[in-house]
């Protein structure tokens, strides 16, 4: 079992196929009142070891699989209080388009993408596009992305991962214009990659 801190209110578990197996349990028992202690433990070594704390907070968990040889969980927590962690509903990617752009809080969101994506090496992002870009504008990182084999088997797993560390933007071509002719451009093709060899 691995786990990583993400952002202060977000973590992510990878946890293996064998560790389920030693537990006595599959990935549809996990959530069961009767299995719900292995889930407590997960919660009390992130505290421990990450100084996750969830008393008082709202969860959210997500999960996906790949490869049948481990699981992925996601949580983020949300105070309860209606102030600053209200839970937003989150953008729904559209699988059927060609082209999409998300945006990174900062620098380091992006290589923290790129480090997270270059753990999954049966997750080929090159046949997913190979006309990636990442520009700079006003302060905030977008990530450009067109070209996008729209059959790619994968791709929802690759929207998955990249949700985890930017935010899917409504496409326009208004958009993709602006940051091409006022954004700086910091990788102009190959971002992930460039990103997975310099800053991952």
Known sequence: MKIEKLTKNKIRVVV????????NMDINSLFTQKKQSFFVSILEKAKKELDFETDGYKLLVETFSLNNDFVIFT??????????????????NDFSKDTVIYEFEDFD?????????????????????????????????YLLIKNINISYKNKKIFYSLISEFGKPLSFSNTFENKLIEYGKVIIKKDAIEKGIKYFS
């Open 75 to 92: 949580i983020t927590k949300y105070s309860f209080k209606g102030e600053k962690n209200t839970l937003e509903k989150k953008k729904k």
């Open 16 to 23: 293996s196929f064998d560790d389920l197996e030693i537990e």
């Open 109 to 141: 969101e992006f290589c923290n993408f790129c480090n997270c994506i270059s753990k999954f090496s049966n997750l080929n992002y090159k046949l997913f596009s190979r006309n990636i870009s990442l520009y700079l504008y006003k302060n905030t990182y």
